[in-house]
């Protein structure tokens, strides 16, 4: 039984590509809302129309390509897996340059619909700003295509460059959507859960630099104008324990009405996960497991936990966009990566309705000032600062942003502004006083006072 918004989006798909030989549709829905499954039913409708031969589909992680093989092969009733008596397969975007002559040319003999998702990874324009994926499926898939299908919960690129094959109002370089289906709408169709956001502050701060003291009334002050840095925040154990003290409180209170519910710590670093899942299971007495790019294969980890009593798990960007994993309802965020595209992918992670009593969803977090304002704005679906921007002085500037933040991803030492790394000493917490060890072998000291909570409840 298809949603209403899927049901109404299908039968507009369908349409424009009655009427059209070649046709490009664009489905914006929010993180959560059942992409996939409306995408398989338009191709089990153009089977059915004999409208085509094929359909291949796309997307930025194996896990996603993953799923989407399981959601085509449930509704075309066959195995999906590109074999053959298979009506098609799944793919991720990285596969694409490595999928040889044979193939294109065999694809090209046929009627082919192909469905991208999360396209926003793409990027094309005619300046050289590209990226691979863009070039590959501009190069390779746009010309031969029947009809072709993207979708996206969150319609920008963090370095606000075009996303490949999307129209682009003019001249205020808003995305142009066939179909829109937002967070508030979900909501209200009970598709989605109502989030609620978590922002921690601390109040009567102060930094011991040498022989210096510096005073601050909140974690944004301090942030600004001393030389702590958010990195030193998300790793710091007086810091992780309140959050995860928070979360597992929250899950607790959750699973007393829906015992399968799970908890999603997303981390900043491998040792950093590790730290944490520690943490969980010695300190907080949890079931904990963990999962990153290291592991030799994440997709059974994420399976396993998926169907599993496990109360938390602890990812590296592992678990971000296109997973469906419906008992997850919590979640701390404690990344290094700050981009609004980011943050509500993660949030999309708790968002996926179940069958389960209680559908709460709660996202902890740290009150830094970019976060702040990505919460503020979550019911936005597309912000006014996420548009697609031609200045070049601007995307340089986003393009050093960009290596920043990835090479945070990639490093697990303390990023510092100064010679010396900088250690934390959050008091007054609720809980969890004792066995507390400094995660670095700092010198200068941050004093804090009590801990204070801003809830954002949306779409009240």
């Known amino acids: 039984m298809l949603r209403t918004w899927q049901a109404e989006c299908a039968a507009q798909v369908i349409d424009k590509f009655t009427s059209n030989k070649r046709s490009h549709f664009f489905c914006q829905a929010t993180p959560g809302a059942g992409k996939t499954v409306m995408a398989a039913e338009v191709a ?22 993953e799923g989407m093989k399981k959601t085509f092969s449930w509704k075309l009733e066959c195995c999906f897996n590109g074999g053959l008596g298979s009506l098609g397969g799944s793919y991720t975007y990285q596969s694409i340059r ?60 963090s ?94 209170q959750i699973r007393q009405e829906s015992p399968n519910a799970g908890g999603l710590v997303v981390a900043a670093s491998i040792k950093h996960a590790k730290h944490i899942q520690k943490r969980l299971i010695e300190h907080f007495h949890q079931s904990a497991c963990i999962v990153t790019y290291h592991h030799d294969n994440p997709l059974n980890e994420i399976e396993s936990f998926r169907h599993s009593n496990v109360q938390w798990i602890v990812s590296v960007g592992m678990i971000s966009e296109g997973t469906d994993i419906p008992r997850l309802q919590v979640c701390c965020h404690m990344s290094s990566v700050k981009t609004e595209l980011y943050f509500r992918q993660v949030l999309g992670r708790i968002l996926r309705v179940n069958d389960s009593p209680n559908q709460e969803a709660w996202l902890y977090t740290f009150a830094e000032e970019s976060l702040i304002g990505f919460a503020e704005r979550i019911e936005q679906d597309i912000p006014e600062s996420c548009q697609f921007i031609k200045s070049h002085e601007q995307l340089e500037a986003l393009g050093k942003t960009q290596s920043f933040i990835q090479a ?28 507390v060890h400094s995660y670095f072998e700092d010198h200068d000291e941050l004093r804090l006072g009590d801990f204070k909570q801003r809830v954002i409840a949306t779409f009240i």
């Open 44 to 65: 089990k409708r153009l089977f059915q129309e004999g409208m085509i031969d094929l359909v291949l589909c796309f997307s930025p992680s194996i896990s996603v390509a």
């Open 98 to 157: 490595f999928l040889d002559e044979n193939f294109w040319n065999t694809v090209c003999k046929y009627r082919v619909l192909v469905v991208f998702d999360e396209i926003h990874h793409c990027s094309f324009d005619d300046e050289g700003r590209s990226n691979s994926w863009g070039l590959e499926i501009v190069s390779k898939i746009q010309g031969f295509a029947r009809y072709t299908l993207a979708l996206s919960g969150t319609p920008w690129r």
């Open 159 to 252: 370095d606000r460059l075009p996303i490949v094959m999307a129209e682009y109002s003019d001249p205020d370089g808003k995305v142009v959507c066939d179909y829109h289906y937002g967070l508030q709408q979900a909501v209200e169709d009970k598709v989605c859960r109502r989030p609620k956001i978590v922002l921690i502050d601390n109040e009567h701060l102060s930094v011991k630099a040498g022989n210096d003291n510096q005073y601050f009334a909140s974690i944004l002050d301090c942030l600004k104008q001393s030389d702590i840095s958010y990195h030193s925040v998300i790793h710091n154990e007086d810091a992780m324990n309140y959050i995860l003290n928070s979360g597992c409180q929250k899950l607790a």
């Open 408 to 435: 945070a991803m990639s490093n697990d030492k303390t990023i510092v502004s100064r010679d010396f790394s900088i250690q934390l000493n959050w008091s007054k917490l609720d809980a969890v006083q004792n066995d």
